[in-house]
């Protein structure tokens, strides 16, 4: 689960990480109030306008703007909130519809009064699944992407892997320091900041933390101007206070549908929706799509059960993506019964009628497949069965190229 900059920002507070302060708005009203409150509270001179969207590189579409008085900021706050704002990590890139802003986080001026003695860092903490180790990368380029630093000068991204039996320890924090170039108060600062950050990355169970920039000031205090945290959406039961922290808003509609439906549900490019059971025969059900011409249009895993509701629903999620033009339901029956999926599918074929406006082919393989393909067969309804995984996808391709 991503949390929203702001939302980040107060996590790491809450673990002594000192962050970059500023207050939400949702309108000009409430942006010029929050403006307000910050110069009486930290005497900033300037403030920061910043969109508060799921995407990073957002002052490369505008949602990011300095405002040195009061009118720019209504300008810029006016400008930015319900905007479609398009970054290259919103759906389609700089090309794409972008997403909607709702909200700005008014931000205090941390570069102020000595900017020229600033410098801005890279810090990030994640998961080596490979090594098993949670990793700590951290570059002194700080405020660029990451992935272009990595290609064009490797030798400044750093990695420190964490021993999970030990958790991160006093040499590692003050190599860090070392190795962004800090000393003096600066490099007891960073190790304090470093400390901090990998207490609230445990704490919370997150999956990823990216600092950047992360700020050394002009009077060498170590700040996160900003952030980027995504949770183990695994883990959330134990933290029922980020669980409420979620935006429907910034997710998919057809993927927060199918969570409240019980349905795991990914939406993808292609043309064949999926329908399946099980996380592996998902994937080798895409990869056959794939390989027979066509492209998946979704993962879409129904679970230990599929009766009708449950297929309908599903039919529902998947028939609203416009772009598909076939749907390939692939069930084993273990757990469930081959021959109740098959009469889940014509019982929601025959509830939602003319809704269906395109090819289905069903495999059924396990527990009653025969009597489940007879079902299919005999149901008089335009669904082509298959036995061989195979054949099923023939099928798809046949259908895709009339």
């Known amino acids: 689960m991503n949390l929203h900059e702001f939302q980040g920002k107060e996590l790491l507070a809450s673990y002594g990480v000192q962050i970059q302060k500023g207050k939400v708005a949702h309108s000009v009203e409430e942006a010029v109030a929050a403006f ?175 600092i950047n920039p992360c700020l050394k000031t002009g009077d060498d205090r170590i700040i996160a101007v900003d952030s980027k945290v995504s949770l183990d959406g695994n883990a959330l039961f134990r933290h029922p206070d980020l669980a409420a922290l979620r935006d429907k808003d910034e997710e998919d509609p057809a993927e927060v549908e199918a969570k409240e439906f019980g349905l795991n549900y990914v939406n993808l490019d292609g043309n064949v929706g999926c329908m399946v059971n099980g996380a592996g025969l998902a994937m080798a059900t895409m990869d056959i799509i794939k390989l027979s011409g066509g492209e998946p249009a979704n993962f879409l895993d129904v679970g230990g059960t599929a009766d009708a509701e449950r297929v309908q629903n599903a ?31 014509v019982d929601a074929y025959k509830n939602m009628g003319d809704q269906i406006n395109v090819p289905i082919i069903v495999r059924l393989q396990g527990t009653n497949a025969d009597i489940a393909k007879k079902l299919i067969d005999d149901s008089g309804l335009e669904v082509q069965s298959a036995i061989l995984l195979q054949e099923a996808a023939d099928k798809v391709k046949a259908v895709l190229t009339k």
Do not use: W
Request: net charge neutral; with cysteine.
């Open 36 to 210: 307000k409150e910050l110069q009486s509270e930290t005497g900033t001179e300037f403030a920061v306008v910043k969109a508060q969207i799921h995407a990073g590189g957002r002052g490369k579409g505008g949602g990011v703007k300095l405002a040195k008085n009061m009118d720019e900021l209504k300008e810029h706050a006016g400008n930015i909130i319900g905007m479609m704002l398009k970054t290259p990590q919103t759906p389609g890139g700089m090309e794409g519809p972008g997403k909607l802003v709702r909200k700005v986080l008014i931000a205090e001026d941390v570069y102020a009064p000595d900017f020229d003695a600033c410098k801005e860092y890279y810090i990030s903490i994640l998961m080596d699944r490979e090594r098993k180790q949670n990793v700590i990368i951290y570059s002194t380029e700080g405020g660029m992407d990451i992935e272009a630093v990595a290609e064009e000068t490797p030798h400044l991204v750093h990695k420190e892997y964490v021993d999970p039996t030990l958790g991160l320890q006093g040499f590692q924090m003050r190599k860090v320091a070392f190795n962004l170039g800090l000393s003096g108060k600066a490099f007891k600062e960073m190790t304090k900041f470093i400390s901090n950050l990998y207490k609230a990355f445990v704490g919370a169970d997150a999956s990823l933390f990216e």
């Open 315 to 345: 039919f529902r999620i998947i028939l609203r993506d416009p772009k598909v033009e076939a749907i390939l339901i692939n069930i084993f029956g273990g757990i469930v019964r081959c021959d109740r999926v098959a009469q889940g599918v």
